[in-house]
């Protein structure tokens, strides 16, 4: 989870990286930013296991019914998912269902990068779902975003978060 518009690629690469290698699938936005640059360092590693799922916001067409958004999906989506959903606006009413929704849900573990109130949407749902989530970026990049969740700038603390929560879940 992260950006629409910035790629924040010290961190989405790395990361995208590290979850194809460790043979780890990919839930995103399907969109740009953030969503793109982990997707496309995930699709480059040869011979990955995981697949790119890209949860879509669509619109209503007469005749195809649902489509995708102009820009959705990116190119390194596997699996495209076309949700009736909108995406999250900065000023919808607060308790609007959105795709945001789609994603935390059907998510196993969040690893949220920098990213805006789409984000920090996606950052309380987590929460509220009891998803574990760590926060990678900067130093400070979420003080106001996730007050009490673990956050780190080091790619090796969240693959040590990932290892654990994914060691600790039930079969």
């Keep these: 989870m992260g950006s629409g518009k910035e790629p924040w690629l010290a961190y989405s690469g790395p990361l995208g990286a590290w979850l194809a290698q460790a043979g780890f699938n990919l839930l995103t936005g399907g969109g740009q930013g953030v969503m793109l640059a982990v997707a496309r360092a995930f699709a480059g590693v040869p011979g990955r296991a995981g697949r790119s799922i890209g949860i879509l916001p669509t619109r209503g067409d007469p005749l195809a019914g649902f489509v995708p958004l102009d820009g959705y999906p990116h190119p390194f989506v596997d699996i495209p998912i076309l949700t009736p ?13 959105n795709r945001n929704y789609v994603n935390v849900l059907s998510s196993d573990l969040i690893v ?60």
């Design 85 to 97: 959903l909108p995406r999250r606006e900065p000023d919808a009413d607060p308790h609007t269902i």
């Design 112 to 171: 949220a990068l920098p990213g805006g109130p789409g984000t920090a949407e996606e950052i309380s749902l987590a929460r509220r779902w009891g998803k574990p989530l760590v926060c990678f970026g900067p130093d400070g990049a979420f003080r106001e975003l996730a007050a009490g969740a673990v956050c780190t700038s080091s790619l090796d603390d969240v693959i040590r978060f990932v290892t654990d929560a994914f060691a600790q879940a039930p079969r």
